[in-house]
């Protein structure tokens, strides 16, 4: 059996007993929220399809995980690679861990099981990622996955209150075959 | 139900679907060398399932898989590209992880010819896999298909662009078996 | 100006002012339309939305073109690059030329025109043209346009009273690069 699994974590696709942990933990946090994502937050009820977590169907250009942890086999988050271009052959990843379950290197260890879906079975050439340039764990886990930072878009981001900068990772294909 | 010497195919039923998702499209290497399209995550009871329950249609024909001799689901097969003008299809099958290595899939390629060429009337059937999935290839040959065409670095597998190999059969090479 | 262009075709969009010559030259002949295509010859009325040459819009999987003769600024026929599949980077081509338009090397040349917009302007990584196994000028066409011919597939087709192999042809990347 192979599936998408690292050494701390397996990503899975998203079952329905995940949408209501991931929607309090992750969605109704509304400063964790504003640090997540482009739109601002709103309340959303509990099982409505507004929700970021719900269950989807598979996309060609988006694949939506839970993330499992392996030692407790619990979810700890959820992860996801969008916009993905077969064209130019790129994608993007977005990761969000259950505040329980950070700081235990999940994240970068998450990212690499990704990079394997991206590059390996999807054929992928060339994978990004965004974060404020003041999310210094995810920035972190980037560059411990062997990503390069590329640049910091100014004042890109509207981070409750405030503008903050965004900083853009990437790493090619080939930089991953050799890691 | 169809019945050969070891398998027996019927209908896909809700109870096979969880099975078959666990074990079979779970499977990285078994879906992205068993399906043209990328692997992708897909939730419990999705539509997208290849494994669902669907209705029948002209074109394929989906089966679950059962050993006759206990009655155990052993994976999925069927037709599919079913072209009533130039009375031909393709045949797939992709067997559970422990049901492999026991003849099952000679057989179901022999149950599945049997309803093409008898029951559908099709003139010709064939069959494609990669040039390594000498498992496939072995099925298809003791079945008695002949190779037809290597269809060079057209399908990407894990990592990797592998060749691909099509087999076929003709009705009077069947009969003739 | 970079269009599609060879040296005695180019290809463009499908013009209204087209469609007409293509459906009485091509889709109304029983012989022609028989080989050409996988399904049964019809019946089909002027402006039917079931002719393969009506105008249609480019999809992600599909890129139809009629092709036009430099010398005589004409009509020649219709190509179409299908079955683009982006994560397995393959495409197929079907051509179809004017009854006039034989015999004068301008399939070779549209067949080079067409692996052009897959290799390069694509990405493709293989193109493969499948033709009734008897059609011999398309079979030297493809083969000096820098196909390889991979196989026969026994009796795939019913063409006007009895069955056809189906031949494949394939090109991949590197093989264009160094034609």
């Not at chain 2, 498992?135 to 592998?162: D, N, P, Y």
């Amino acid at each position: 059996m192979s599936d998408l699994r690292g050494d701390l974590v397996r990503l899975r696709a998203r079952h329905e007993a995940d949408v209501p942990i991931l929607d309090t933990e992750l969605h109704d946090d509304v400063a964790l929220h504003a640090r997540m994502g482009r739109r601002p937050w709103r309340p959303i009820s509990p099982g409505t399809e507004a929700s970021p977590y719900r269950v989807k169907e598979p996309r060609a250009e988006g694949a939506s995980f839970s993330v499992v942890e392996l030692a407790c086999d619990t979810l700890a988050g959820t992860a996801s690679l969008w916009d993905i271009d077969t064209h130019n052959r790129s994608a993007h990843i977005g990761i969000a861990l259950r505040p329980a379950f950070r700081g235990k290197g999940l994240a970068t260890d998450t990212v690499r099981v990704l990079c394997h879906y991206g590059f390996v079975v999807l054929g992928l050439h060339r994978i990004q990622i965004e974060t404020l340039a003041d999310n210094h764990p995810m920035i972190k886990a980037a560059e411990q996955a062997g990503f390069t930072k590329e640049g910091i878009l100014r004042d890109a981001g509207w981070d409750t209150g405030g503008f903050v900068g965004e900083a853009v990772f990437g790493i090619l294909v080939h930089e991953w075959t050799t890691a | 139900m169809l019945r050969g010497e070891l398998v027996g195919l019927r209908a896909r039923h809700e109870a096979d679907a969880p099975i078959l998702e666990a074990e079979l499209h779970d499977d990285l290497v078994t879906t992205s060398r068993s399906d043209w399209r990328p692997w992708r995550p897909v939730s419990p009871g999705a539509q997208a399932s290849r494994y669902r329950v669907a209705e029948p249609s002209d074109n394929a024909a989906s089966f679950s898989v059962v050993d006759l001799a206990d009655d155990t689901l052993v994976g999925d097969a069927g037709l599919g590209n079913i072209d009533a003008h130039g009375r031909s299809a393709y045949l797939g099958l992709v067997l559970r992880p422990a049901c492999r290595g026991k003849g099952f899939g000679t057989d179901i390629v022999r149950v599945l010819c049997g309803y093409a060429f008898t029951v559908l009337g099709l003139h010709s059937v064939h069959l494609g896999t990669l040039d390594d999935n000498h498992a496939m290839i072995k099925a298809a040959e003791r079945a008695g298909f002949t190779k037809e065409a290597q269809l060079r670095k057209a399908a990407w597998v894990m990592g990797g662009f592998s060749d691909a190999v099509l087999f076929g059969m003709l009705a009077d090479e069947w009969t003739a078996t | 100006m970079t269009d599609l262009r060879g040296d005695l075709v180019r290809l463009r969009a499908r013009h209204e002012a087209d469609v007409p010559i293509l459906d009485t030259e091509l889709l109304d002949d029983v012989e022609v339309r028989a080989r050409a295509g996988r399904s049964p010859w019809r019946p089909a009325s002027p402006g039917s939305q079931t002719s393969h040459y009506r105008v249609m819009e480019s999809t992600d999987a599909m890129a139809p073109f009629s092709i036009v003769e430099l010398a005589t600024d004409t009509l020649a026929g219709a190509v179409t690059m299908w079955g683009i599949d982006a994560h397995n980077r393959c495409a197929h081509i079907g051509i179809a030329l004017r009854p006039g338009f034989r015999g004068k090397s301008l399939s070779t040349d549209t067949l080079r025109v067409l692996c052009h917009y897959g290799f390069i302007v694509l990405g493709m990584h293989r193109i493969q043209l499948e033709t009734a196994a008897d059609n011999h000028p398309m079979i030297k066409s493809a083969e000096q346009a820098g196909f390889t011919k991979e196989g026969v597939l026994r009796d795939a087709g019913w063409i006007l009273g009895r069955f056809v192999g189906e031949t494949v042809l394939g090109m991949l990347a590197g093989e264009w690069v160094a034609a």
